[in-house]
C-alpha cells in the first residue's frame, strides 16, 4: 500500500496543471495528500514505487540514474497510468514539491515542518521508497559499464538487507565495514580513466588500502551520491562548496517562497540535508518494520509531531543525533566513494567522473565526509531570527572581535517553564526580545543565543554582534540561555549536551571562539543567581570551566547603549 501511495503520488506531477492554486508548502501539507491518496489507492496498486515518478518527472541526472539503477525505476509512458485524483490544490503542492532545486538565491522543493525546520521533500521520498525496498545493496565492483534496470531484467548483485541485521537500538550501517581513516582509502577499485590524461600521481598522500565493497540504496540516493557529486569541484583542493545554507520563509502560517541567506549556496543547503537525513532515518525504520507496515502519512504525523511510537527522541526535531547514532564517518565515506565509482559505470558518465582516479574518488569521498559530519552533523541545529519572527534590530550593532574567548551561560527565569515545541519557544524568543527592546530600552533580545528543550538553538544576536549579556563582558563572549528556571531543576540532557559540548565544538571549529576558552556562570560576573542554583553546580564540573576570572568594572562596559540600565540581583532576565 504505502509504496502505491508514494508511486501516485509523484506520478501526479505529470497532470498537475502549472497554474493550479496550491497550498501552502507546509509538511502538514504533504501529509494531507498522503492521508488523501492513502484513502483512495487500493492494494493491489502497491507494486509500484515512487522512485519510478522521481525519474520520469525530473530531467536526466546522476541523481535520477541513482534512482533508476538502484531503486529499479522505470521509464514509464503516461498512457500506462490511471492516476487516482486529487484536488487541485495537492496536485499543485505535489508539482511545487517533487524536486529539489536552488535557483537565483531561492530554494525549490521545500516545506516548512512543524518543529520549525525546513525539509527537502526528494530526498525523503527517495529515503523512504529505499527503505520500502527492504535497502538493497549492491556489491562492487561491477564487472562492466552498468546500464539502469529495466522491467524483467535481474542484477545477482544486488541484495536486500536482511531486516534482522540491525539492531532495534543502534540502526543503519554502522557495524557493516570496519573503520577506515582517509589514509585509508584506496585505489582498488576497476579503473574509469582509460584514454584520460595521467591523472593517478594526483594525490600522493592517498593510500591504496580498503576499496569500498558494497553500495546501500538507502544511503546513496539520500547523503551519498549528492555529498560526492556537490563535493567534486575540488576534488584535490581543500575547498569545499557551502554546506548547510539556512533561509528565511516569506511568511511562517502560509508559506510560498523559501530564501537562501547565501544566495551562492550549494545544493547541499540545510533543507537538503534535513530531507535526506529524514529519509534515511525512516528508510531504515521501514527497511525493518515488518508487515503491516505503518500509513506513511501516519508515520510523518508522528515524524514532525510528538515522535515514532510515542517516543520523544525519534522525532524531526532530533534528526542530527539520530542520523550521527545511524552510521559511521568512516562507512558514510566508504558510501560515498562507492556511489561515485557506480555512477563512473552508470551510461551516461557525468562528466566531471569520467576521467578521475580512485584516489581523487577517495579524497572527494574523504572531504565531503568530513565536512557533513563535522560542520553539520557535528553543530547544533540553529534556527535564524527570521524563523522565530525577531524584530529588527533597533540602531547599529557593534560587530564582535573574533575569535572570543568566553562563553558565559545564563537561564532566562522568565519565561520559567522550558520550552518543548516549536510554538512556544518561537513566542518566547518574542516576548524577551520585546521585554528586552520595548521595556529595557536595548536595542535587541540580549543572548547571542537561546537554547530550548526542542532540540534546537534560537540566534539571538549572533556570533558577530556585541550582545546585551553579562555586564561588562559583552565584547568578550558569548552569551548563551537556556529557557527556563533552573534554581532548583536542571534543563534536558539535550539542552545540557548543546550548550556542554556540540555548540561550543562546533564554534571553535569556525574560528570564532578560542580552543582555550573559558566557561562561566553569568553570576561570576554580574550580582545575579543567574544561571540558578542546580545549573550553576552543574557548571562547576564541566570542562572549560573557569573559576578564577575576576569580573571586570562596570565602565568597562561597551558603549553600544547608554540606555541599559546597571544590573541588579534579581530577576535574571536583566542582564546587562
Sequence with gaps: MAQGVLWILLGLLLWSDPGTASLPLLMDSVIQALAELEQKVPAANASHTASAWLLSASNSGPHNRLYHFLLGVQSLDAAELDPYPLSPELQGLIKEVAQHDVRE???????????????????????????????????????????????????????????????????????????????????????????????????????????PTMVDSLLAVTLAGNLGLTFLQGPQTQSHPDLGTEGCWDQLSAPRTFTLLDPKASLLTTAFLNGALDGVILGDYLSRTPEPRPSLSHLLSQYYGAGVARDPGFRSNFRRQNGAALTSASILAQQVWGTLVLLQRLEPVHSQLRCMSQEQLAQVAANATKEFTEAFLGCPAIHPRCRWGAAPYQGRPTPLQLPLGFLYVHH????????????????????????????????????SFVVGSDGYVYEGRGWHWVGAHTLGHNSRGFGVAIVGNYTAALPTEAALRTVRDTLPSCVVRAGLLRPDYGLLGHRQLVRTDCPGDALFHLLRTWPHFTATVKPRPARSVSRRSRREPPPRTLPATDLQ
Design 105 to 211: 538565491g531561492q530554494e525549490y522543493g521545500v516545506v516548512l515542518a512543524p518543529d520549525g525546520s525546513t525539509v527537502a521533500v526528494e530526498p525523503l521520498l527517495a529515503g523512504l521508497e529505499a527503505g520500502l525496498q527492504g535497502r538493497k545493496v549492491i556489491n562492487l565492483p561491477l564487472d562492466s559499464t552498468a546500464t539502469s534496470r529495466e522491467a524483467g531484467v535481474t542484477f545477482p548483485d544486488i541484495v536486500a538487507i536482511a531486516p534482522d541485521v540491525k539492531a532495534t537500538s543502534t540502526p543503519g550501517l554502522r557495524d557493516a565495514s570496519p573503520d577506515v581513516t582517509t589514509a585509508d582509502i584506496g585505489a582498488n577499485s576497476p579503473d574509469a580513466t582509460t584514454g584520460c590524461p595521467d591523472v593517478q600521481a594526483s594525490l600522493p598522500d592517498a593510500k591504496a588500502k580498503t576499496p
Design 412 to 447: 532566562t527565569y522568565v519565561p520559567a517553564p522550558p520550552c518543548t515545541d516549536f510554538a512556544r519557544c518561537a513566542a518566547n524568543m518574542r516576548s524577551m526580545q520585546r521585554y528586552h527592546q520595548d521595556t529595557q530600552g536595548w536595542e535587541d533580545i540580549g543572548y
